[in-house]
């Protein structure tokens, strides 16, 4: 073989070897997209855009000034909060800081700010080139600054720039950030930042701070101390121990043990000093001056809502707002005298021996037009000084029977049909016997009705059920409509998903999940609204001395059909005229409601509304010292404290003097359906297991049906409906049928009344 013939052949393994798609040009060049793209051009690149970045930071350098005067939140500006009519109900943000040397701030206090914010802060030149990218690149994405700033880059934003999170206002922190590291003591620097944090409870600096969450002067701080207001600085209003919810607890709790970690990783704790150190509990917070009785609670609400609207306490902090509150004054005083005169004068908080249960007494609510999604009335609590978290907006109690309209609703819009196949309806046969195993779930359930009381002969209607807030007929429903449906309908209403809703529990029916008088009153506002959606707001407008904020509309779309909502209502007209909540009729209006009680009377709620108003009265039993639930049975020296004794007589003597001189309406409910009319189903009154049913006559499915008149006829053996009878001892509420199951903790159960039911 000649030359010639050896270079073609090669030529050709050569190009039987090449890959498909990579082919190359004579003498192995490559051809096509590749010879844009090679590891040289790349390369050069990559190193022509550091050149350009250094060149960039280089060029900034010399462009962007110092500054020579701190920002505007130096030199706070108050805030004013007004009613609905436009007077004036409170200014807060005057200033509370006092500059303190670094040497009057522990060492110890210090090094826990250092170990969490920026470990490296004695070595770096101010700046985290790798963080600052990271935080450019999710301001872009519109993320925020997530993470990444040294305490030069805080101390610089706090001082001398905004909280504003655009990416110009970033570029400058990093500009100024390395100047003022040149110019500036790394202790100095630091004293800064540590006097300009906020640090929530309106605290700006570690001085204001100790004294507002420890009660101490800084230099009294110790190391725990220092610790947990160096975790509280990410998010103040979250992570305050006195108010913040248990995921809001969890968070700081982990930030807590990192800085203490941190610290030990630095060298600056001893590992076996670190064992012994625990978590002290701030002290309660004092209520700012101008915030006494429920007007701290008000700023409050205001203040969580303007933080879900993106606005953080640092920017409210700063001052310069104008916040004009949808509180009605004249409704809201009416309804604090309601909870004074129906509540807090028939307790006797101070005598610990005889009357031990009202110590443990809270009480919130929320008054809402459903037409607007204005809350026109708020109650909080006592006072900021008695309880510093508002109990209308406490997530940590179970809403009980309340939720059962809602199980109702997802029946009625996802067309469910019972165990039979029949539709369900208000007009629905169930059996109410006590204890009855549901039929068709997967997780067992048989729950007690109150008092073991056996209903129907032994079926009823769902309107009857409603009414006597029947346990068994509702866990059935639940699995009859599927838990999961009944979620989606609950969170459609305006419900929030938190951890440990199972939405595949039939014991769901019985209100085992969370929820606050805000979101129960979102719920009832938007079935009054005809399905319509609801989101209750507290703010009617804010403005800021730099720019207008707008709320979000609180009528949204239909959350569920106006067919599905106008039948739950007229159903619970019939709770209000013949049922468990007959404590609250009256000539004045027409009403529908639900009252509910959580298991062991650790909760009683009355959810009930008007065409013109819906309000959502609660109360909680805490004990004061330990903060864990305890029961309300005792309340005033009185037996069981159920929805249809307090919180029922709250709502109806609040209702009357805020209607009042108003032409109410009845409720149009032309879209209702209650469904076939059944055959007669239920003896006159409900009998409990030892007792033989009555053999009276039954009326009729059309005569259970409620009037849609607040002012039906009732029997002379009936109990006045505008008293409420005092409640009577009921049976163990954790006894159960089936021996293999322990009590559900979360269940509720039937108080048991003369007939009509005056108790779920």
Known sequence: MGRAESRRAQQRSGARNTPRGR???????PTGIRRFFTWKKILGAFFVMILLGIGTVVLLYFLVDEPTDPNKTATLQSNTYKYADGSVMARTGEVNRENLPIDKIPEDVRNAFIAIENKSFYKDRGIDLMGVGRG???????????????ITQQYVKNYYLTQDQSPTRKVRELIISLKVDQRMEKDDILAGYLNTN??????????????AFYGVDAEKLTLEQGAYLAAVIQAPSQYDWATAGPNGKNLVMIRFNAVLDNMVEMGELDEAKRKTLKFQEPIKPKPRPGMEGQKGYLVQ?????????????????AGGWTIVLNIDKKKQAALEKAVQDELESKLDRKNTKERPVDQNVQAGATSVDPKTGAIVAMYGGQGLTEKSASNALRTDYQPGST?????????LETDATTQDGKEISPNALYDGTSKRKVIGSDIPFNPQNQDDINYGDPMMTVQDATNSSVNSVYAQMIVDTKPKNVKKTALQLGMVDR??????????????????????????????????KVTPTIIKSAEHKDGE???VNPIGGQAISRQTADTVTKVLTGVVAEGSGQAVRSGAYQAAGKTGTAELNVAAWFTGYTPELVTIVAMFGEDPVSHKQVTLTGTAGKGRAGGSSFPAEIWKAYTLAALKGVDTAEFNLTEARMGVPVAPSRSTSPSAPSTSASTSPSPSASSSRPSTSPTSSQSSTKPDPTKSTGPTKSTDPTKTA???????PTKSFIFPRPNPPQEE
């Open 23 to 29: 082919a190359t040009g004579g003498a192995g060049k």
């Open 549 to 551: 904020f707008t709320p």
């Open 301 to 317: 609400a205001a203040e969580i809502e303007l933080n879900k609207q993106k606005i953080t306490d640092a920017d409210i902090a």
């Open 198 to 211: 906020f640090y929530g409870r309106n605290a700006y600096g570690i001085q204001a701070a100790a004294q």
């Open 136 to 150: 450019l690149f999710n301001t872009l994405r519109g993320k925020g600054t997530a993470g990444g700033s040294t």
């Open 403 to 411: 939720f059962k309209p809602i199980v109702l609703a997802s029946a």
């Open 738 to 744: 089936d021996p293999t199951k322990t009590a559900d």
């Open 499 to 532: 951890k440990g809703w199972d939405e595949n529990q039939p014991a769901m029916s019985l209100g085992t999940m969370s929820a606050n008088t805000v979101e129960m009153a979102a719920v009832y506002a938007t079935l009054d609204n005809h399905g319509k």
